[in-house]
C-alpha cells in the first residue's frame, strides 16, 4: 500500500516561512505528477499547487508568487516553499497527485499555523 508522509508544518508568524516535505513508502514519486492540497475546518480540501513528473509547475492565484512547489527525484521526495506566509494560509496541508485521475491514499496532513 502506498502511504505519503508530509511534514515540516508548525506555527509562524504573519510573513514568515516554512518548508514543508512530502515523502511516500510504497511508490515511487517521481514518476508521478503531484501537487500539494489544503484544508480548513469545515471547508473542502483545495489544491493549491502542482508539478509535473518533468518539472513544471502550476498555482492557484491565491499563493503565486508565495509558494514554490519543486521536487528532488534523487531524493524522491516532494517540497512546497512557503513565504510570506498569511494567516490565511493556516491548514492543514497534504500532498497527493492532482485530480483528473486516481489519488493515493490520503497521509495525516502536517498542520501549517500561521499567527498575526
Known amino acids: 500500500q502506498v502511504q505519503l508522509v508530509e511534514s515540516g508544518g508548525g506555527l509562524v508568524q504573519s510573513g514568515g516561512s516554512l518548508r514543508l516535505s512530502c515523502a511516500a513508502s510504497g511508490t515511487v514519486l517521481r514518476f508521478f505528477n503531484m501537487g500539494w492540497y489544503r484544508q480548513v475546518p469545515g471547508k473542502e480540501r483545495d489544491l493549491v499547487a502542482s508539478?509535473?513528473?518533468?518539472?513544471?509547475?502550476n498555482y492557484v492565484d491565491s499563493v503565486k508568487g508565495r509558494f514554490t512547489i519543486s521536487r528532488d527525484n534523487a531524493k524522491d521526495t516532494l517540497y512546497l516553499q512557503m513565504n510570506s506566509l498569511k494567516p490565511e494560509d493556516t491548514a492543514v496541508y497534504y500532498c497527493?497527485?492532482?485530480?483528473?485521475?486516481?489519488?493515493?491514499?490520503w497521509g495525516q496532513g502536517t498542520q501549517v499555523t500561521v499567527s498575526s
Open positions: 497527493n497527485r492532482p485530480p483528473f485521475g486516481s489519488r493515493f491514499p
Open positions: 508539478i509535473t513528473s518533468s518539472g513544471i509547475a
